[in-house]
């Protein structure tokens, strides 16, 4: 059973910079790729990014292009979303999320929140 952890959010102004983590343990070894979501206040949870186990590959969405970087550190089972500039549109709580190869994304952490004022 994998087990996530998120670590990294904060209140930070608008044009700054956060890295957020991501912990896996336990049952790393089904891990097909990993990903952050992330849910603003009254909105639906979103697609922010994604990496595949091995961190050669990746996927962000087009709100995130060009200003987040999501990447891992397979010695340490650890993914990293660094976000800069961030704008107040960010402001959300991100979940970090993993999945077997051909399923849905199933496990979650609890979330980290990123608050960016103007």
């Known amino acids: 059973q994998v087990q996530l952890v998120e670590s990294g959010g904060g209140l930070v102004q608008a044009g700054g910079s956060l890295r957020l983590s991501c912990a896996a343990s336990g049952g790393t070894f089904s891990i097909y790729a990993m990903g952050w979501f992330r849910r603003a206040p009254g909105q639906e949870r979103e697609f922010v990014a994604t990496i595949n186990w091995s961190g050669g590959t990746t996927s962000y969405a087009d709100s995130v292009k060009g200003r987040f970087t999501i990447s891992k550190d397979n010695a340490k089972n650890t993914m990293f979303?660094?976000?800069?500039?961030?704008?107040?549109?960010?402001?959300?709580?991100?979940?970090?999320?993993?999945?077997?190869?051909?399923?849905?994304?199933?496990t979650w952490g609890s979330g980290t929140q990123v608050t960016v004022s103007s």
């Not at 660094?82 to 849905?104: I, W």
């Open 81 to 106: 979303l660094q976000m800069n500039p961030l704008k107040p549109k960010d402001t959300a709580v991100y979940y970090c999320t993993t999945r077997r190869f051909g399923k849905s994304y199933e």
